[in-house]
Antibody, heavy 121, light 107 residues
Framework: QVQLRESGPGLVKPSQTLSLSCTVS??????????WSWIRQHPGKGLEWIGY???????YYNPSLKSRVTISVDTSKNQFSLKLTSVTAADTAVYHC?????????????WGQGTMVTVSS | DIQMTQSPSSLSASVGDRVTITCRAS??????LNWYQQKPGKAPRLLIY???SLLSGVPSRFSGSGSGTDFALTISSLQPEDFAAYYC?????????FGQGTKLEIK
């Protein structure tokens, strides 16, 4: 079955750029009907949707983060990626990649285990 | 943005109890409401989509109801593995938003 796995640095300095990748296994990222998302969870807090990308490259970002976020896709590697610029301590969180499935009312039906990113000097 | 408000924020219950968690949207979202379960250190797990459709493999003791702005997740007979956090999420319009969560604890 389809699985997602995040990868990237666990520590980022303030004002720098957070970069994470999500590798899709067990299926093709180019399959239609899915939007590939990033979601974060601040320590002990709720969930915040960051944005999504379709395999064609079209994106939609949360307006609260839009000025700092870029999500890209590499279909040859079956991966999609997140870049978040000018990070501060408020960006410290667990970052999940997830699949949004149109067959399930656009719910997030598959999630990566998440990767903790700490912003600190 | 559509605001999602869950209640209660925490709940203590015993094995075998019937519990209900509610979720209210700040505007009508039809039936574009999904429920997730999250255990410590794990990713959220989709339980119910489209307000009341049970994902394959999810035990039938879980059920969802509602439409418009008011929704509920009911667990008919709590099992030990059900003690976790639960989140509602609207998929009606971006930005997609989640409730603040309900922590279900053992009494």
């Amino acid at each position: 079955q389809v699985q997602l796995r995040e990868s990237g640095p666990g520590l980022v300095k303030p004002s720098q750029t957070l970069s994470l990748s999500c590798t899709v296994s067990g299926g093709s990222i180019s399959s239609g009907g899915y939007f590939w998302s990033w979601i974060r969870q601040h320590p002990g807090k709720g969930l915040e949707w960051i944005g999504y990308i379709y395999y064609s490259g079209s994106t939609y970002y949360n307006p609260s983060l839009k000025s700092r976020v870029t999500i890209s896709v590499d279909t040859s590697k079956n991966q999609f990626s997140l870049k978040l610029t000018s990070v501060t301590a408020a960006d410290t969180a667990v970052y999940h990649c997830a699949r949004m499935n149109g067959d399930y009312s656009s719910a997030f039906d598959i999630w990566g285990q998440g990767t903790m990113v700490t912003v600190s000097s | 943005d559509i605001q999602m408000t869950q209640s209660p924020s925490s709940l203590s219950a015993s094995v075998g109890d019937r519990v209900t968690i509610t979720c209210r949207a700040s505007q009508s979202i039809s039936r574009y409401l999904n429920w997730y379960q999250q255990k410590p250190g794990k990713a959220p797990r989709l339980l119910i989509y489209a307000a009341s459709s049970l994902l394959s493999g999810v035990p039938s003791r879980f059920s969802g109801s509602g439409s418009g702005t008011d929704f509920a997740l009911t667990i008919s007979s709590l099992q030990p593995e059900d003690f976790a956090a639960y989140y509602c999420q609207q998929s009606y319009s971006a930005p997609y938003t989640f409730g603040q969560g309900t922590k279900l604890e053992i009494k």
